[in-house]
């Protein structure tokens, strides 16, 4: 190698980037200890940026095109260099290029459940995950407060950072948004949009901006679920009866999987099957309060003194003792006068194994 190679080789005439990645957001463009040459070409593709570095502070920005550096093109850098009046040397600084493209399918999810107090079903624990997109829209406000002094910095090496802040806003979100439990998995695009309103601020601070927030799944407790299949069941068979089928055919298939089988829900299923019934008839009459009919209380003239009230099981009693005979008068509410017991068909049942009078008697 010639002299004359030699010294050309410690200058640099072309900076720019060929991406190959998917995930890097920031490189340094490595010179080494050459220096960049007076009329370089510089080279930024579409959705890059270079941000001129010179002794720790950011100088020029360019977007993309093809430049060639001059003191025109420089001046930030030629002011911090001190070139009064211009430079035709070679000169060295430090090259970042941004990716300004969209990085899409970054993945966030809460730390832990968020408690919301909901009308229906109280305090409900609740969790939620998606996605997010991203795109460096200051790349100098991007290198100074993150990237640094890195060579190469990717998404991973801040995805753990703007997972946390997504995940922590979320958590403040869903209490303040009013929306019932059983009606947020309805509701995802609207809290996706809340959600991105509430955190880019945060992001433009570094630099970044929010494109796009997707709330994907929202995980309730077991118990809840249940309580939400239940209420859509009801609804959905419209009738007592359909609604014990439901609970006998559910209650037979997590009989199924247990060491008993169904075999030992059978007792079960019987009297799912009584209650259906039983529903079944209070049903027909939408709105009834069906109650048991009150139990028959009399009063009794024994001694020619009133005495009571009994119950059915003390007046079988005083029959079976004789205390009480047909010809007792007897009365209970409802009756308009006193009658004798074996007129009484409440009473008369009581003497069915009590002898009548011998003949003559």
Not at 83 to 111: D, I, M
Not at 140 to 166: M, Q, Y
Request: charged share 20%.
């Amino acid at each position: 190698m010639g002299l004359f190679d030699k010294i050309r080789g410690e200058f640099i005439d072309i900076i720019e980037w060929l991406d190959d990645s998917n995930n890097t957001l920031v490189h340094r463009f490595e010179r080494y200890d050459n220096e960049i040459k007076y009329e370089a070409k510089l080279v930024v593709r579409e959705a890059q940026q270079a941000v001129f570095i010179n002794e720790g502070q950011i100088a020029d920005v360019f977007k993309p095109g093809t430049f060639t550096l001059t003191t025109q093109n420089l001046p930030i850098l030629t002011t911090l260099k001190g070139w009064k009046y211009g430079f035709h040397s070679p000169f060295k600084a430090e090259v970042y290029f941004c990716s300004t493209r969209q990085f899409t399918n970054l993945k966030w999810g809460t730390p832990g459940p968020v408690t919301m107090r909901d009308k229906e079903f109280g305090a409900v624990r609740v969790t939620s995950f998606g996605i997010y997109s991203i795109k460096v829209k200051d790349p100098a406000k991007f290198i100074k407060e993150i990237v640094g002094t890195e060579g190469t910095f990717t998404t991973e090496s801040i995805e753990d950072n703007l997972r946390g802040k997504i995940g922590m806003r979320i958590k403040e979100v869903l209490p303040e948004t009013g929306i019932p439990v059983i009606d947020l998995e309805s509701k995802v695009i609207t809290l996706s949009q809340i959600l991105k309103d509430r955190i880019a601020p945060a992001f433009e601070g570094f630099g970044l901006e929010l494109t796009e927030v997707q709330v994907q799944d929202i995980g309730l407790p077991e118990e809840v679920e249940r309580a939400i299949d239940k209420s859509g069941a009801i609804k959905a068979v419209g009738d007592l009866r359909a609604f014990t089928q439901y609970e006998t055919a559910d209650a037979i298939s997590t009989a199924a999987a247990n060491p008993g089988g169904i075999a030992a829900a059978g007792i079960g299923i019987g009297m799912g099957f009584n209650m259906a019934n039983q529903m079944t008839q209070a049903g027909q009459q939408p709105g009834a309060v069906q109650s048991p009919p009150p139990l028959p209380v009399f009063y009794a003239a024994i001694g020619g003194k009133q005495a009571g009230p009994f119950m059915m099981d003390a007046l079988k009693q005083k029959v079976m003792s004789g205390e009480i005979t047909r010809e007792t008068l007897v009365w209970r509410t409802g009756m308009e006068q006193w009658l004798p017991a074996g007129q009484v068909p409440d009473m008369s049942v009581l003497f069915a194994d009590v002898p009548p009078p011998l003949p003559g008697a």
